[in-house]
């Protein structure tokens, strides 16, 4: 099930904003980082998925070692975002990492009618995340509806302190179709540039994926000789709508994309690698950035067949601040070895007063496997406020009781409704198997 996201936060914190921007600027002086980011765009067309279609999507991707990516999806099916599929585009392909890349943590999940968009992270980068939040820009029937609009995630980083020492924004959009439409585009462009966040001064990094829509404008027939002569960059220059506005500075015009060396990813005829000439094939799925990014790969996956639509993805290398000590808002109790035959106790304490500051009654504790690919799914919860205080700790600790768990590994996360992501983690603990009676 999707988990909503909340407006924006305003920077709620103990420090004003002159400190923290002194303390990023104090950062960036300092030696950055590289994460490698993976951004992928994939137009499903209403058609079903499969965890063999993930798998011929994701595959290439199994040996890499990445630290961010970004999964965008357009034209999902209702069934699908309501839950009335087990199978779907977002389940298969969070599964397919939580097999093959294990150490990628799901951080952020949400939807739009029919645009879907999450981020994972490596896991050695949990604690970094300060906060996660999204916005949404509806288009479809002068905004009622949002099959056409954006979708933005908002992701900060920990400096030092409460201090943020930077950050991501992905926006995931499906602009308006068809060729006469370039002007409506320009103006959804317009409209759904809130979802980039612009207001933000710590974001470092910006990146823009989705069905923009933006087509060629030439006849189909006319198609034809610049794809037999191999003159795509030709059909790129003089006839791409996207590229046109962007030398006019109509959209886009602080963004970049990396050079465009695979064919039109749209229109295919589903099952084949046939182009449907009822449209002229253009480049509608596309990747921009901007921030302090350099791009490895910017390509197409030409084995899918499964959509009209070809997924398309970027590979970039991002800045990122020094890294900041681990600092937990929540530090849970060692746990020990426990039994299978027992309730799981959870006990744990708030650092700095936070819950004075930053709790909320929609806190909740959650029970992971201790691999923790999904931070948004625990196996089981328990709203916060629904532990009881152990007056005889000191400090005080909350304390609350998970149901009898066969045996296995475990861990406790504790996730903040203000900050929509995991504010607290515990070690991971091992449940035992009961040894039978020898009566």
Excluded at 113 to 128: K, R, W
Excluded at 146 to 151: E, P, Q, V
Excluded at 153 to 162: A, C, P, Q, Y
């Amino acid at each position: 099930m999707a988990i909503r996201g909340v407006l924006p936060l305003l920077f709620a914190l103990a420090v004003d904003g002159p400190v923290l921007h002194e303390v990023v600027m104090n950062n960036a002086a300092q030696d950055e980082r590289k994460w490698k980011i993976l951004a992928l765009t994939f137009n499903v067309a209403m058609q079903s998925g499969s965890p063999e279609a993930a798998t011929q999507v994701l595959s290439r991707f199994a040996d890499q070692q990445l630290d961010m990516i970004a999964v965008g999806f357009q034209e999902v099916q209702h069934l699908e975002t309501f839950g009335a599929k087990m199978s779907t585009w977002a389940n298969d392909f969070m599964d397919w990492f939580a097999a093959n890349m294990p150490n990628m943590v799901v951080v952020a999940r949400t939807y739009q009618a029919t645009n879907q968009v999450f981020v994972l992270v490596d896991n050695t980068h949990l604690s970094e995340i300060r906060s996660v939040d999204y916005r949404y820009a509806r288009n479809t029937m002068r905004g009622i509806l949002g099959h056409k609009g954006s979708i933005g995630v908002r992701i900060l980083l920990k400096g030092h302190g409460e201090a943020i020492a930077g950050g991501f924004v992905f926006v995931v959009s499906h602009f308006v179709h068809d060729v006469l439409q370039n002007e409506r585009r320009i103006l959804q462009y317009r409209n759904d540039e809130t979802c980039s966040f612009p207001e933000d001064p710590f974001i470092w990094n910006r990146i823009w994926l989705g069905d923009l829509n933006f087509r060629n404008e030439i006849d189909p027939d006319g198609f034809e000789p610049f794809f037999k002569g191999k003159r795509l960059r030709e059909l790129l220059d003089q006839h791409d709508q996207l590229n046109a506005a962007r030398r006019r500075r109509l959209v886009f015009g602080d963004w970049s994309e990396a050079p465009i060396n695979f064919p039109p990813s749209y229109r295919y005829y589903v099952g084949n690698h046939n182009y449907d000439l009822k449209r002229t094939p253009s480049w509608t799925d596309r990747v921009l950035y901007k921030g302090k990014l350099t791009v490895d790969e910017y390509d197409m996956i030409h084995e899918v067949q499964t959509s009209d639509h070809r997924p398309v993805f970027c590979k970039l290398k991002a800045s990122v601040p020094p890294r900041a000590p681990v600092n937990w808002a929540v530090q849970f109790e060692k746990m020990p070895a426990w039994n299978d035959s027992v309730p799981v106790p959870v006990r744990f304490q708030y650092l700095k007063g936070w819950w004075s500051r930053f709790g909320s009654y929609w806190d909740w504790v959650g029970l992971y496997d201790a691999s923790l690919t999904n931070v948004l799914l625990p196996i089981q919860w328990k709203y916060a406020v629904n532990c009881i205080v152990d007056p005889a700790s000191k400090p005080l600790h909350s304390v609350c009781e998970f149901p009898v768990l066969p045996a296995g590994r475990y861990r406790f996360g504790y996730f903040s409704k203000k900050f929509q992501c995991l504010v607290g983690l515990s070690k991971g603990f091992i449940v035992a198997a009961s040894r039978p009676s020898s009566r």
